[in-house]
T-cell receptor, first 115, second 114 residues
Framework: DADVTQTPRNRITKTGKRIMLECSQT?????MYWYRQDPGLGLRLIYY???????NKGEISDGYSVSRQAQAKFSLSLESAIPNQTALYFC??????????????FGEGSRLTVL | AQTVTQSQPEMSVQEAETVTLSCTYD???????LFWYKQPPSRQMILVIR??????QNATENRFSVNFQKAAKSFSLKISDSQLGDTAMYFC???????????FGQGTRLTINP
């Protein structure tokens, strides 16, 4: 089983719908991140969390919210999805040790299509 | 703002050839690591190689090596004896804010042809 698991892997939804992407990890890492990937733009940071009570906005947080339900779980919500939120979303983790270097461990990605 | 630039959106080479992917970055960090990640069609993000900025010696992992030019803030990836399985998107990444976050380049789509 993957150390960082994202659900769903693929999702098609309609404009205005609320969507939640979930991430769980068994690595025991305290830091968790949500990135989105768009062609030609690479990966951009949406939100990150260093522990359950520490949540921070990334560079493109507008239109998104997150919840850190436990050390191992970090979910991303789109309250009212719009077509330009169509993208590949990645959850990633690191810990205090690997975090010294910045290295991230990624889930398998969630492909979201908003029609 | 922290930036990472990959100036080659796409590259294509024949199997067994050597290919170099370019990356430049802009950081104010004094002590940092740089990374190359590979994303094959399975879309999984896989760490290829990391470079410690305070080490002058270029990192090497089997067929993968880097050319790290700290003063020029350049961090290129060289793939020797390329294989069909090297076909993927490659992303360069640099830490930001004391390694709290990673900033990624735009990516280079590499195709290895038989």
């Amino acid at each position: 089983d993957a150390d960082v698991t994202q659900t769903p892997r693929n999702r098609i939804t309609k404009t205005g719908k609320r969507i939640m992407l979930e991430c769980s990890q068994t690595k025991g890492h305290d830091r968790m991140y949500w990135y989105r990937q768009d062609p030609g733009l690479g990966l951009r940071l949406i939100y990150y969390s260093f522990d359950v009570k520490d949540i921070n906005k990334g560079e493109i947080s507008d239109g998104y919210s997150v919840s850190r339900q436990a050390q191992a779980k970090f979910s991303l919500s789109l309250e009212s999805a719009i077509p330009n939120q169509t993208a590949l979303y990645f959850c990633a983790t690191s810990d205090l040790w690997t975090g010294r270097t910045g290295e991230l461990f990624f889930g398998e990605g969630s492909r979201l299509t908003v029609l | 703002a922290q930036t990472v630039t990959q100036s080659q959106p796409e590259m294509s080479v024949q199997e067994a050839e050597t290919v170099t992917l370019s990356c430049t970055y802009d950081t104010s960090e004094n002590n940092y690591y740089l990374f190359w990640y590979k994303q094959p069609p399975s879309r999984q993000m896989i760490l290829v190689i990391r470079q410690e900025a305070y080490k002058q010696q270029n990192a090497t992992e089997n067929r993968f090596s880097v050319n790290f030019q700290k003063a020029a803030k350049s961090f290129s990836l060289k793939i020797s004896d390329s294989q069909l399985g090297d076909t993927a998107m490659y992303f360069c990444a640099s830490p930001f804010q004391g390694a709290q976050k990673l900033v990624f380049g735009q990516g280079t789509r590499l195709t290895i042809n038989p």
